[in-house]
């Protein structure tokens, strides 16, 4: 079957990077470590099921790995070559001994996260309380390979491909009124979640969200799903998406990132401005959020984030860094708390607690979120995989908000 593969090699790394200097069809052609490979169907083992896929999501991190632009720091917890992808919607197409919550032909959405419980062996203290984000074990090889999620691991395959295995532990049926549109939606909806659940504002706080892609709508959604009344404020450089935010997402109002960004956004805060020596940008003094939602992971919206975030307040950092260099200052000075949020797990909800995968697709169920809107660009697996990358790197000319691979058949 064909997949899509990431190879960890150097001599491809270092030509794509200089060839992608010249055009980015470099990262989809000539010699990149991404590429599509011929590779035999993955054979089920027991507790384990093998996934037919129906729709891939190609996620902001899916498409940075393409680009190189991921940081290498996590390296030795993946093994390659792995098959791409972790969102997605696929039906049973078999399972393994011992396997006894799933049968063929039950349509399925995976969390992707391969802790202790997946990999077979005893719990860390982390897994034991529901955190399994926070494994300790993501290198634990005695029964699988390294990898911290599917996608990254070279034993399980992922959602670039036909076909994929999972532990049991990791499925979820998806109720027969869930579309396979908002199906395949699941996994980035649960990071929102997780974000929010995490971090919850109060009602009479303020709330600044960075970026109105993806990432960013579904926190907005999720905070407004789950009762959250605070005053929402969207931020992001393309003004369709920002209008989405609050046409769609419930964010209360989208501020565009241009030349008079920080004093319409200072405004809104009764926040006054300075210009340091030597600092491009400004300092805002007495205002800003009480919580912000950081969903893009670069050097300046990170920027943007600490200068917004007010004395004592919150800044949760979603959005998947590189190796950057920012300013502490503000964060001693303001005494900030930056703190991290990745993937979804076991999740405070009301009075209880439930996987954030369960939550989403309650919500779905129930008719309080539809995100099937969001799917603005459908390719064909694996005929259209170079259209669909050429299309990811370029968003704003192609008027995408989200993109999937379907493997439908024409």
Not at 238 to 251: C, F, I, W
Request: charged share 25%.
């Amino acid at each position: 079957m064909k997949a899509i593969r990431f190879h960890a090699n150097i001599p491809r790394y270092l030509l794509t990077k200089a060839l992608g200097k010249l055009t980015q069809s470099a990262y989809y052609s000539f010699f990149p470590p991404t590429k599509l490979d011929d590779i035999p169907e993955p054979e089920v083992r027991p507790g384990w099921v093998k996934v037919q896929t129906k729709y891939a999501g190609i996620c902001g991190s899916d498409v940075n790995t393409v680009l190189l632009r991921e940081s290498p720091l996590l390296e030795p917890l993946c093994s390659f070559p792995s098959v791409m992808g972790h969102e997605n919607v696929g039906i049973v197409a078999e399972v393994g001994e011992d396997v006894t919550g799933l049968k063929r032909g039950d349509r399925v959405v995976l969390d992707p996260i391969l802790s202790c419980k997946t990999r077979g062996i005893p719990l860390c203290h982390h897994c034991e309380k529901g955190n399994n984000v926070r494994c300790d074990n993501y290198d634990a090889t005695e029964n699988l390979s390294s990898g911290f999620d599917t996608g990254w691991c070279h034993d399980t395959g992922g959602a670039f491909s036909p076909y994929y295995l999972a532990h049991e532990s990791s499925l979820f049926k998806v109720p027969k009124n869930v579309s396979d549109e908002n199906a395949v939606l699941v996994e980035p909806l649960t990071v929102g979640i997780h974000a929010v659940t995490r971090y919850l504002p109060q009602d009479t706080d303020d709330v600044i969200v960075i970026g109105a892609g993806v990432i960013g709508i579904m926190v907005i959604t999720a905070l407004r799903a789950l009762g959250c009344k605070a005053n929402i404020i969207a931020v992001d450089k393309v003004e369709s998406q920002g209008k989405l935010a609050v046409e769609r997402g419930g964010a209360d109002k989208f501020i565009q990132v241009k030349k008079d960004y920080y004093k319409n956004l200072a405004k809104d805060f009764n926040a006054r401005l300075y210009s340091p020596l030597l600092e491009k940008k400004e300092l805002v003094v007495g205002g800003g959020a009480d919580v912000v939602f950081e969903c893009v992971g670069l050097p300046n919206t990170i920027e943007d984030a600490l200068r917004f975030t007010k004395a004592g307040g919150k800044m949760v950092l979603i959005g998947n860094p590189d190796k950057i260099t920012i300013d502490w200052s503000l964060i001693w000075f303001r005494e900030i708390k930056v703190l991290g949020s990745f993937g979804s797990c076991i999740e405070d909800f009301g009075d209880t607690k439930k996987h954030a995968f369960n939550i989403a697709l309650e919500l779905m169920s129930s008719g309080k979120v539809d995100l099937s809107w969001m799917i603005t660009h459908k390719f064909n697996f694996p005929r259209d995989y170079k259209k669909a990358f050429k299309s990811c790197f370029n968003k704003a000319k192609y008027n995408m908000m989200k993109a999937v691979f379907s493997f439908d058949e024409d």
